[in-house]
DNA sequence: AATGAATGAGGCTTCATTCAT
DNA sequence: CATGAATGAAGCCTCATTCAT
């Protein structure tokens, strides 16, 4: 695993999902009322924003909203629903990647990108907030959370690297748990860090935790220390 | 580890808080005032909660409140501040665990008490999400973080099992960070609990993650698998 | 005055309107707009039907009713003429009954025809509710009124029964208005009927009133009560 | 019966309810809002009307009604039941005229009060267009008109008058529905006037009708024409 | 100290009306 | 001629906050 490697992540994250995407003016108006609904969101939450900021962020009247969406409920629904199709997007581009690091990395960094962040930590943060008194909300996560976990539980179980490396009488399934609670854990701990801080940076930091976890999952320890 | 042990954590938690606090009638009205935002706040989360909602959980008017905190901006900063002091004294009761693993327990159940958990997982996942668009919040939320996060380095650099076991080639500090990490990332799961599940399934949870954890992190390979 | 009677006065309303009026394909598109409209208003009130719900009801889109109308309010105007033609058709056929009875009971069932009722009472409430705010359309229901009592008063007048009958010293003038404050009131009365309630149980119930009206008005004493 | 009488009657509408009533500074909020909420609905019926007209007109914040008052249904359910009691004192005080047609001259002239009618003839429509479609309202209405009915009917059982005269074959119970018949028909009549007729105008006017049915009905063919 | 009545700004939602296609 | 997307004003209702008692 080297620099390259590093570089190949990025391009892969920045030059796949922009091009097909004019600014958005024949998008649909539902995406971009939801493009406009996560921008909100993500800066002050579900229950602060309100009709018309998202009306306003979009550059349209707040009554167009209702024809598109019945109620402010459905647009938070919406976007969960947003949400989950876009982390089953992400796992799937974790599976495709060429070792299991790699899809680690990408698991991990998918909020750290410059112009459309995949996961935008503000908004997971509160979509599970959200879930905590919204069933609705709950089992949809809750099932994003699942599949994605028997995807990456997969992923350890084909993977030679697994294999080889002694799990430390750890399952399959139990290293997967284990990873994914860093992943939120490091979620939460994103919002912390200050609006300035770069996609960069944060995916530098990312990508460290991720790189360290790995190792300790997945290495065994008469080979050389990584890095 | 055997049961003894457990029923010693969960004892800590019960018998310490609760002696010097005589119900809640001389109470401090400030502290009355918390007690029942807290509830609310759990319950519905910060925005969602009204003044009245607080006042009728209190028992008191809503005027008295003002009394108390300049408006409601001050009673979530002033609970935030209220969880800055539990997080702070349960990292001081895990300091006194005889050792790192039941350290760690504590930490990872503090929020699985049935009568007074001391860190309730849907007020600490709404305060990321304030902390995400409030910075006094985040700041706030920050040091407690940080000042845990020593508390734990300093734990693990002092622990012999730690100093024992490979440690993977990792600074006490990483393996602080990666160990909030997961704590953070197992509250965050626990907001999709459903309601009823009880305080010891949720334990139950928390302690075979930790256990996992620990062993990951502090057991070398040639020794025999926990349990 | 036999079922045949009843017969022949409950076709007169099925069969005239109908003929001359192909379902509505060809029909002004005015009048299918005021169908709609009709429908509608006497289903939920003026004020509560919106342009949409008519656009729905009549199969068109919104826009297109603004191309025959100027606005909601022209809507209610044309409605309220439409309304006037009726009550005059009303009146001519009464005038047309072979007898003052007849004529009476023509005018007191209008409301109570299965398929098209000429006249939809809660319809006629919301006109006389919405004429106490509506000059204009106070002026039209006082001037269909006036017309009305006038064609009344002058069958009465003309009515060899009324001439006969002691008419208690009253002129047919004021045994008009007697006759159509009535039938005003049995209108408001009708509304208050639950909607399972059939037409034909109404018109019962109201040629009851109808007969026991006539008889007070126009029988003498020394006759034999009527059925 | 002479002018003498009605002079009474006249004085027993205006003498009684007015003296202790001082302006209204100390009445009860809830009355304060459906004083102000009648005049509204009066005015512009209950769907034109909105929150801020009553506030206004009561000469209070918007949010202060929902203190009183759940939601605007609420306070046209109040605003029903009011008039139910009304209606219900108004019979009380027939029932205690001295004679039959004093009995109905207080029922026929309730809404010809210069400073407070007890009936509002627009409110009146407008609650019965409401009815229509309201269940609620719709029993509510009927009760009333039932009771006030049974009140009448028991009225004319007992009054001498209607003994003496012939009553034409119609049982009390048919009488006091033609009356209220008529009552509901001058009603609605009622709000075709114009809005500058005087109560005097328009009490002397329902007097006349009175008059008439009374002769009507309960007259004896023998007795000199009345007036 | 304590109450809760009162205020009014602001949020959600509906709907009459317009207009580009 | 016809559509229905789009607008924005206005209505209902909530709620943080104040204040007289």
Redo the contacts between chains.
């Keep these: 695993m080297t620099g390259a490697d590093l570089t190949m992540n990025e391009r892969s994250f920045i030059v796949l999902p922009m091009p097909q995407i004019p600014p958005e003016p024949s998008l649909d108006r539902r995406a971009q009322i939801l493009e406009a609904a996560i921008v909100c969101f ?4 579900f ?2 924003t309100s009709m018309h900021d998202i009306s306003a962020e979009a550059g349209i009247s707040v009554g167009l909203i209702y024809r598109y969406f019945a109620n402010k409920e459905a647009v938070i629904s919406a976007m969960a629903d947003r949400h989950t199709k876009e982390i089953k997007d992400l796992l799937e581009r974790a599976r495709q990647a060429p070792s299991l690091l790699e899809s680690l990395e990408i698991l991990f960094t998918a909020h750290c990108c410059e112009n459309s962040p995949k996961v935008q ?2 908004f997971v ?2 979509l ?6 919204n069933v609705a909300i ?1 089992d949809l ?2 099932d994003v ?1 699942q599949t994605s976990m028997d995807g990456v539980t997969d992923l350890i179980a084909r993977s030679p690297e697994a294999k080889e490396a ?1 799990t ?3 399952t399959p399934e ?1 290293l997967s ?2 990873i ?7 979620l ?2 994103d ?2 860090q ?1 609006q300035e801080m770069t996609a960069a940076d944060r995916r530098t930091r990312q990508l460290e ?1 991720t790189r ?2 790995w ?3 997945f ?1 065994t ?1 008469s080979e050389p ?1 990584y890095a």
Tied chains: 1, 2, 3, 4.
């Design positions: 993500a800066k002050r939450g229950h602060q930590s503000a943060v509160d599970y907030a959200e879930a905590s008194r709950a996560v809750r959370l002694a430390h009488g750890l139990e748990e284990l994914f609670a860093v992943a939120r854990g490091m939460m701990r919002v912390l200050p935790v360290r976890l190792r300790l999952l290495k320890e220390a």
